[in-house]
């Protein structure tokens, strides 16, 4: 018992941010409990990239397969290729189960305590957890909140669970929909997408904004869109926004034009996914009883250390990461937050480098980034009076691409005219998702084109295709 406290550190939710975060504190010689109201691991591990990514892996060899053309040209044939849609959901709920223990048995083998409730600040250094046997206080010397964030379903939406859902039951795999709309062109919907298109369903994909995939670089998002939709047959409704969705069998979703708001169409489909963002779960979670005010969007207000802010201003021994802080919603952003949140808490000066953190949809292929877009590097450049370039080099000129029969891809490289600092990559193409580290690692270290371009890659590998974009820079 540390200064009175039950605890060192009291962290409210056990998803992958809480785990890092806990695992770092005992690390560090913090006498910690974890705080979880409903499944250990969070959305990650039992919602989100873990089942996904499942469900990515049999889909992806299904398409793969069935790629008669493709394999042929690698001297290749199959027969018919059947699959089991039970047996791919099994190979996802297992693997949620596994991971979910070892995550478990990891924070218990290290003595992290588990309690199991609903978590609540209750006044500075206080919680309160509402659990089977009631309510009980702790105390402890240092509260981080990780309580993660819930599919935001937009007004004029009736989920069911069932014909209409999130990916919350989209990862169960329950059923294989004739025909399904999903509505956002994000990384959950563009990931469902090449799901559900590998495994037979046809697909309507309805994206509000002026474009598909609006938070990825431009030039990638059209070749993705060229090799990820159009082929695929799957029909595109952009610029358009489902105003009504009512759940039954058909769906009915009236169709409106997101600009102008004038209704433009009524589908009927056998399913509906919604995959329109995630809001963060700050709600009841006692943040007035300490007078912070999450901010306009529900997230908890954070300085780069990850101390929580009241008007501007820290609040002691309150901390907050992962998605709920909505600086960057993703898996290993929350665990580095939560590690960066316990090093100020043992007195170590840290702040997140959000500018290195790599991002990646697992598509087939993969997309990924990590930095600034053009756009917004230019943005920026203009701000601050410096001019931007971009190099770009595509997998069809790449020796491994081609060997593997895997071509379609594109690398970009954005870049500071003047220093050669490279502000954003983006990559397109098979392994999209691994080759990306170089890039964050460049980034980190604030590296320019000039030494990039003169580092020397493996013969024949993917990643020459970062080392191209790098020597076109300099050409
Ligand atoms: P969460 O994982 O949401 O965990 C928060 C936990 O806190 C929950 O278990 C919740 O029950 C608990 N909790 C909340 N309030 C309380 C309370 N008051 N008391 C007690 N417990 C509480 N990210 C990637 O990096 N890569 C991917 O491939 C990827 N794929 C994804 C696919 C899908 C379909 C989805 C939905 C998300 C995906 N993500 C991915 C995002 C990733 O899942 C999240 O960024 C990550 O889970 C955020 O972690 P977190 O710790 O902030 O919150």
Redesign the pocket.
């Known amino acids: 018992m540390s200064h009175g406290f039950d605890y060192d550190l009291v962290i ?8 890092g975060a806990a695992l770092h504190a005992i690390s560090c010689g913090l006498k910690t409990a974890i ?10 591990v039992n ?3 873990i089942p ?2 499942a469900l990515l892996a049999a889909s992806g060899r299904v398409r793969e397969l069935r790629n008669a053309h493709h394999l042929k040209s690698l001297g290749i044939q199959v027969g018919s290729v059947e699959f089991d849609r039970q047996a791919i959901a099994n190979h996802a709920g297992n693997l949620v189960s596994k991971l979910q223990g070892d995550l478990t048995n990891s924070l218990k083998r290290l003595g992290v305590d588990i309690i199991r ?4 600040i209750a006044g500075t250094q206080k919680i309160t957890v509402a659990g089977d046997g009631g309510e009980k206080t702790i105390t402890a010397q240092d509260i981080i909140l ?4 819930v ?1 935001f379903v937009p007004p004029g939406i009736e989920v069911d669970g069932k014909t209409v859902f999130t ?1 919350d039951q ?2 169960k795999l329950e059923s294989l929909p004739d025909w399904v709309a999903i509505i956002g062109s994000g ?2 919907g563009l ?1 469902f997408s090449d799901v559900y298109s590998a495994l037979g369903c046809e697909i309507t994909m309805i994206e509000a904004l002026d474009q598909l995939m609006p938070g990825f670089d431009r030039d990638i998002a059209k070749l993705a869109e060229r090799v990820l939709i159009t082929p695929r047959d799957i029909e595109t409704k952009v610029g358009i926004y489902a105003k009504k969705v009512i759940p039954g069998s058909p769906v009915v979703i009236e169709l409106a034009d997101f600009k102008t708001k004038e209704d433009v169409d009524v589908i009927e489909v056998d399913a509906c996914l919604v995959a329109t963002g ?1 809001i963060p ?1 700050t709600k ?2 006692g943040l007035e009883s300490v007078g912070v005010e999450p901010d306009r969007r529900n997230f908890i207000p954070v300085d780069d250390r990850m101390a929580v802010l009241s008007a501007g201003e820290v609040v002691p021994h309150l901390w907050a ?4 802080t909505g600086k960057m ?6 665990s580095a937050q939560g590690i960066v949140a316990v090093e100020n808490i043992v007195g170590r000066s840290r702040v997140v480098d959000y500018r290195s953190i790599p ?2 949809a ?1 598509t087939h292929p993969e997309v990924s980034y990590v930095g600034m877009t053009e756009t917004a590097a230019k943005e920026l450049g203009q701000a601050e009076g410096f001019e931007v370039a971009v190099s770009k080099s595509y997998f069809k000129g790449n020796s491994k691409a081609l060997a593997e029969n895997e071509s379609d891809g594109m690398a970009k490289v954005v870049y500071r005219k003047d220093t050669g600092e490279v502000l954003g990559v983006h990559i397109f193409g098979m392994h999209a998702a691994d080759l990306i580290h170089e890039a964050s690692a460049a980034i980190a270290s604030r590296q320019s084109v000039n030494t990039l371009a003169h580092l020397v890659h493996a013969h024949p590998t993917l990643s020459e295709v970062l080392d191209e974009a790098y020597k076109r820079a300099i050409a």
Do not use: Q
């Open positions: 409210i939710g056990a998803g992958v941010g809480g785990h705080i979880e109201a409903a499944d250990m691991g969070g959305t990650c919602r989100g990239c996904s990514k409730g609903w978590g609540k990780a309580p993660g964030s599919p990916s989209g990862v990384y959950i990931e995630r779960a009841n979670l990461i992962g998605d709920a919603m993703l898996a290993h952003a929350a991002a990646a697992f």
